[in-house]
Every structure is written in structure tokens, then in C-alpha cells.
């Protein structure tokens, strides 16, 4: 089931089309579902499809002259290896001369890898032997930073050659609730939270049982590929896993600063600083910083990747009990009363991409969106606020609440994020938009009726059209 990536699909068909040589760099963290993307695009197109291995050069040269045969003539190499990765290129080159052809390299860090002067050799074919041919290249990778530097990055052999370059990320709230059309859209928003829309986790979960039973089949039992998938990501790319587990552990428990961090794993700053770097990279954590913020003094960190969220906050703690295999008589008080306060940052999230990618009502055209907390200049408490908004045009702005709570939100949160808007100041006018899993109170309706107030449900959310 091919679900999502419409728009990158749609953009890959349309190089297709041109008829002209096109290099296309596909990239993102494992899982996210970049070779699910290129082998649906390849669907009935003649293609090259080419794995890189974690192996010898020799071996690679191997892999890459069967993959070549069985596209070119329809069957195995028969043990005829091309002499070196030149000779195959150039096999490459007479195919694709007068007819499309496409070339897929899946992981390419790992071809980069064995055989150290690939990316030269490949920008040189592309400036020649490939320039006039019909080929269409793909270059896949899952290693963030290579792809970013190595072949994106100015000082690659390879800079300034693609045509098109796709980062694939993780599925929002909407296309990741396709996978569950049955489920309630608490139930579909949950499952979000779970599995952060990762397409391999998706996999996993089966939309005709319940959230209870995708999780105690497919995540709280010891022998489910879920159960151990954070330890397993970070072996294949981490060389000092226990580290980046402490630092993760640490950010889960509740330490945001960067101070915090690194005295609760015992490592001074400065090496700390290289370690989230690269969690960072993988998209496992992010840092924010106030949305109105000039400097980074206010800076604190966070969990990004929803599915290391959602394992490190409920596994390690119920981890006896998977293993003994109790965990399904604890789950109602271990897990489920505890979900909607997992939730609560997790609708931030899809409140927040709602406005980004959805809202067909914003009253400007959208600047930044993020949160917003600083001291009250009246009470001096601190305050924070689930959503602002920004206009690109002028200094308008939108003060969101957003609550995943099972009683409807009434004008008593109205009035606090109007206070709170007062207490951020930056805006010469101020639009409020609360968010509530649970509905809104007669009165906040009412209230809401006319000026600068809007009223958004969980259910609204789930019916925008996805474009």
C-alpha cells in the first residue's frame, strides 16, 4: 500500500518527462520510506536499480554489473563483472543514449564509502558521457550528514549537478491517520504521537486492531521489532550508543538545558555539544528557541523523533513487565492513563502543522511558527505559549492555546492567552486561535462569534483537504 508523497512523486513524473538527463538526491533518516518512494516511481519505467552495500568495492562492482544485466539484457551476469566502475558507467551511458533510462544508487554512502573516488568519477561522467543521454539518475542515502555535505555541499565533486533534491520526512498528522481510516481521529492522533509517521513503524500496526492491540503485539512485547528499534537505529549509527542513550534518557526525564544535560550524563558542554549535534542530524532531537527570538540565550532542547519520544518515556519503565509478560494486566494504568499527558506536545505539533500546511483561513500570509515563553513584565512568572504565529507582511500575529484534555476549553483560556499576549507584546494586533481535543464551551462560542477569535477541534483538523 503506497500511501502519501503525492507532491514528490508528481515532481519526480515530471522530470521524467523531460526527456533530459536528470539527477535527482533522495534523502532522509532510515525508515522514512525514500526507496518505497523511488520504487513506486520506478513502476513501469526500465531502471537500474542498484543497492549499495556496506562491503569491499569489489564487491559493490560485482553487485552493480548483475543489476545492470538483468535490466539491460533480462538475466543474470553470469559471473561477467565489469573491469573497473568506469567501464560499468559507461555501459550506463550507451543504454540510456537514445531512451530513458532510469539509474537508481540506493544508499550511496556506502558506495562513496568503498570506493573513495566514486563522486569524482560520477561528476565526470555526468559533465561528459552522460550530459547528452536521456539518463535519469537517482542518488538515495539514509546517512544525513554525508548526503548533506558529501553530495549536496558546496565541496562535493558533485555540487551543482542534481537537478532536484528531495529530503524526505517523517508523515504528518494527516497522511500518517490515512493508515487507520476506521479509527476515530483521537485514535488516528494517537497513533501519530506513536509512531511520529515513520512508514516502517506504520508498517507495523495493523488499522483493524486497536491502539491497546498495536501496542501490546507490536511494541510491548519483547520479541516485537519495535520493542528494541531505538537500540538497534542508534548500533547502526552511533559508535558510542550508551551515550547518545544517557543524553536521549536525560531530555526524556525532563532536562532541556544544555547544562541540565550534560552534568545528569556526566560529560562536560562543550563535548555534549558534539554528541546532540549529531542526534540532531538524525533528527532524533531538535533545540528551539522562542519564535520572536533574536539570540540563542533562551535555547532549550527537545525530543523530536515522536517514536523515540513516545519508547523512551513508556518502555524503560514497563520494561520488567514486557519481559515477564504482565505487561497486559499494568497496561491500563502503566500506559493508557498516562497517554493524554504524552499527547499534550503532540498536539503542539499537529496544531502547528495544521496552520503551516492546512489552514485555508490565516489572515495574513504566514511569517514563522513556533512557541513563545519569557518572563511576565506584571506577575514576573514565567509564560509560555503552545503557538505563535507571525505575519510575513507586517506585525500581526497569531497567540494559539492547544489542549488535549477531556472537558471543553471555556473563556477562562481565552483570557489567559489574551494576558499572555499582552505579557509577549511584538504584535500590533493579535489574533487567537485555541485548539481543543474536546470541544469549546457554550459561552467561548458565543464569544468567539465575532472579531479575532477561532475555535479549531481535533475533528476540524482531520477534515482539512489534504492538497
Known sequence: ??????????????????????????????????????????????????????????????????AISETLSGKSSAGLIYRSF???????????????????????????????????????FLDHQFKQTKLFLI???????????????????????????????P??????????????????????GITGGIPLYLEQFSPDQSVQENLLENLFQRNAMLYEEPSNLMKQ?????????????????????????????????????????????????????????????????????????????FVPRNMSAVQSGRIEQSYPTAVARRLPDYMGKIFERMCRDFVLFYDQELPFALGKAGQWWGGHPKTHRQVQIDLVVTSAEDDRGIIGSCKYTDSPVGEDELRLMEDYGEAMGHFSRRYYYLFSKSGFTGPLVRRAAGGDVRLITLEDMYQVKNT
Request: proline share 3%; hydrophobic share 40%; glycine share 8%.
Open 1 to 66: 500500500m503506497f500511501i502519501g508523497r503525492e507532491q514528490e512523486l508528481a515532481k519526480l513524473n515530471r522530470m521524467y518527462g523531460s526527456g533530459r538527463l536528470e539527477v535527482a538526491i533522495i534523502y532522509g533518516r532510515r525508515r522514512v520510506g525514500k526507496t518505497t518512494l523511488i520504487n513506486e516511481f520506478c513502476k513501469g519505467k526500465p531502471t537500474v536499480f542498484f543497492a549499495a552495500q556496506e562491503s569491499s568495492a569489489e564487491q559493490n562492482l560485482e553487485a552493480l554489473s548483475e
Open 86 to 124: 568506469a567501464d560499468a558507467f559507461m555501459k550506463i551511458a550507451e543504454a540510456a543514449e537514445g531512451k530513458r533510462l532510469v539509474w537508481v544508487i540506493d544508499e550511496y554512502p556506502y558506495l562513496a564509502q568503498a570506493e573513495r573516488g566514486i563522486s569524482s568519477l560520477l561528476q565526470n
Open 139 to 169: 542518488l538515495c542515502g539514509s546517512s544525513m550528514s554525508f548526503m548533506e555535505n558529501q553530495v549536496l555541499g558546496y565541496q562535493s565533486p558533485l555540487y551543482g549537478r542534481r537537478t532536484a533534491q528531495f529530503k524526505i520526512l
Open 171 to 192: 508523515f504528518d498528522y494527516l497522511d500518517t491517520g490515512r493508515w487507520f481510516p476506521n479509527y476515530s481521529c483521537e485514535d488516528r492522533a494517537l497513533m501519530y
Open 237 to 313: 549509527e552511533m559508535r558510542e550508543p550508551a551515550m547518545y542513550n544517557a543524553i536521549i534518557t536525560a531530555i526524556a526525564s525532563g532536562k532541556t538545558k544544555l547544562s541540565e544535560i550534560s552534568t545528569t550524563v556526566g560529560i562536560d558542554t562543550g563535548l555534549c555539544t558534539k554528541y546532540m549535534a549529531n542526534l540532531m542530524t538524525l533528527g532524533i532531537i531538535a533545540k528551539e528557541t522562542p519564535v520572536t527570538a533574536s539570540g540563542g540565550k533562551k535555547t532549550y532542547y527537545r525530543i523530536e523523533d515522536q517514536f523515540f519520544h513516545f519508547w523512551y518515556t
